[in-house]
């Protein structure tokens, strides 16, 4: 049998010990192995409470059993699932029943997402995004994936791909069929219209997106500049705990120190790295390149000086904020003159003035961090585009229009091409491509061959 037709089976909650565990069937012997298991099948979606026994007949559980019939489930499948108490041994019992029985496997990582959306339960937007969503850490990111689940990109890409086809349709008619007497005359004008406003509104989404698209990955921010300047009690402040090591010795810090922040909903990174300068330890001198390194890959820099040290800002893509800490120490009085709460750096250099130890300053440093990253992100809210697989997709199709609008005085067979293009695209987008969609619409709406 092939893998596809075979039954799977998982655990589909985390890992034990825990007080209840699922583990999930689907394929066409998920009736069989809830018959093997419980005695019966229960009514479909009705929660069952059934003694699990195995192959011998011996107890493994008193659970809970659910019954899904396909087409009406999940992967579009016959589905089971087996609510039991989450014990390791438990679970290993379980587990072992269900490999014993013949065409029924473990499952492959991601493999029931990818039978719901061979099943036509899901489409590909939809499947990236519920990978989104269980992997989301902040509550913008669970925002973004909760919309795109709900085909907020899906449907609009349905909708488009539907427009091309059907201005496609009416220039292959007007190309193939143009002495039928049932095929309207001059097609080329009002398909040329919808491709324009069709254009429009596909470049209007990529140019309202910015980088909404990062919101997976989140916001990196590099705390960079000479040593012992107080970068790693920077870092302490902004994780509310300590993840560094603080040591009023130069060098302390030799490797990258990762934390990942919730600042606002916003998914953030910060990187506390190595103090800059020349240096005779090899290893310190390993710890300045990959600190450099770093900071030029990151999205925005902290430079971090104090009134020792007053090193040059370094030269980069990334935005640089100056932030000088220790201000206790020279006697400031408010933590951050010139500056209100939540402000950003402005483009003549001027910065943020903390105290690092004592907690001055600290709020009006995140709030610009805040401020930033919306700004970095863009409104996100209603975002339509969530991957950069996305992007280019619909970056191909506006590319694919443009060229079939200026091909069309050229030639209907050449606008006709790039318009297969465009609905193409789509259809990758969507994880749907099907070559017999034009032919389906010409021959429905022009009766051509009846």
Same mark, same amino acid.
Request: aromatic share 4%.
């Given at each position: 049998?092939?893998p ?22 689907s394929?066409?012997?998920a009736g069989a192995?809830v ?15 059934? +003694?699990?026994r *195995?192959?011998?007949q011996?107890? @493994?559980?008193? $659970?809970v ?6 087409p009406?489930?999940?992967?579009g ?10 014990? /390791?041994?438990v ?16 499952? !492959?990582?991601g ?5 719901a959306?061979?099943?036509?339960? +899901?489409?590909?937007? =939809?499947?990236? $995004? ?6 989301a850490?902040?509550?913008?990111q ?21 427009q @091309?086809?059907?201005?496609s349709?009416?220039?292959e ?8 007497? *049932?095929?309207?005359?001059?097609? @080329? ?8 406003a069709?254009?429009? !509104? ?37 994780? /509310?705990?300590?993840?560094a090591?603080?040591?009023p010795h130069a ?7 990762e ?5 606002? #909903? ?34 925005l ?13 370094? =030269? ?11 201000? *206790?120490?020279e006697?400031?009085g ?13 483009p ?14 600290i ?18 809210e209603?975002a339509?585009? #969530?991957r ?11 590319a ?7 091909a069309?005085?050229? #030639? ?5 091409? *790039?318009l297969? $293009?465009?609905?193409?695209? +789509? ?10 969609? @034009?032919?389906d ?7 051509? #061959?009846?």
């Amino acid at each position: 049998m092939h893998p596809r037709q075979q039954t799977i089976f998982a655990l589909s909650t985390g890992r034990p010990p825990s007080a209840i565990a699922i583990v999930r069937v689907s394929g066409p012997q998920a009736g069989a192995a809830v018959t093997s298991l419980a005695g019966k099948i229960p009514a479909p979606r009705m929660a069952a409470r059934a +003694l699990l026994r *195995d192959a011998n007949q011996q107890p @493994i559980d008193d $659970a809970v059993v659910l019954w899904f019939p396909g087409p009406a489930s999940a992967t579009g499948e016959d589905v089971a699932e087996f609510h039991i108490h989450g014990g /390791r041994a438990v679970l290993a019992a379980l587990l072992a029943t269900l490999s014993a029985v013949e065409n029924i496997r473990a499952a !492959e990582p991601g493999e029931f997402t990818r039978r719901a959306f061979e099943n036509g339960k +899901l489409d590909l937007t =939809e499947a990236e $995004a519920l990978d989104d969503l269980i992997h989301a850490d902040t509550d913008r990111q669970r925002r973004q994936a909760l919309r795109q689940l709900k085909g907020l990109l899906g449907d609009r890409a349905r909708d488009w791909r539907a427009q @091309i086809i059907a201005a496609s349709a009416l220039i292959e008619a007007g190309i193939d069929f143009s002495d039928e007497g *049932d095929v309207p005359q001059e097609l @080329i004008a009002p398909a040329l219209a919808s491709i324009e406003a069709l254009l429009g !509104e596909i470049q209007e989404v990529l140019a309202a997106q910015g980088k909404s698209e990062r919101l997976r990955d989140g916001l990196v921010v590099a705390i960079a500049g000479p040593p012992n300047v107080g970068k790693s009690t920077l870092m302490n402040q902004l994780a /509310r705990r300590e993840v560094a090591i603080v040591s009023p010795h130069a060098g302390t810090t030799r490797d990258i120190i990762e934390v990942q922040l919730d600042l606002d #909903g916003y998914p953030v990174t910060v990187i506390d790295t190595a103090g800059i300068r020349e240096t005779e330890d090899p290893v310190e001198q390993e710890g300045v390149c990959r600190a450099r390194a770093r900071a030029d890959e990151a999205d925005l820099v902290l430079w971090m000086i104090d009134a020792q040290h007053e090193m040059n800002r370094p =030269e980069g893509a990334a935005p640089v904020w100056t932030v000088r800490n220790k201000i *206790d120490l020279e006697g400031g009085g408010v933590a951050n003159p010139g500056q209100t709460a939540g402000a950003s750096p402005g483009p003549d250099g001027a910065g943020f003035k903390i105290s690092a130890s004592r907690g001055d300053g600290i709020q009006q440093l995140v709030a610009g961090l805040i401020a930033f990253a919306q700004d970095f992100f863009g409104s996100g809210e209603g975002a339509l585009v #969530g991957r950069v697989r996305q992007r280019e997709l619909l970056q191909q199709t506006a590319a694919s229009l443009q060229r079939s609008i200026t091909a069309a005085g050229g #030639g209907e067979e050449l606008a006709a091409e *790039d318009l297969r $293009a465009a609905a193409y695209s +789509l259809g990758r987008l969507l994880g749907r491509v099907d070559v017999e969609d @034009i032919l389906d619409v010409i021959f429905k709406e022009f009766c051509v #061959g009846k």
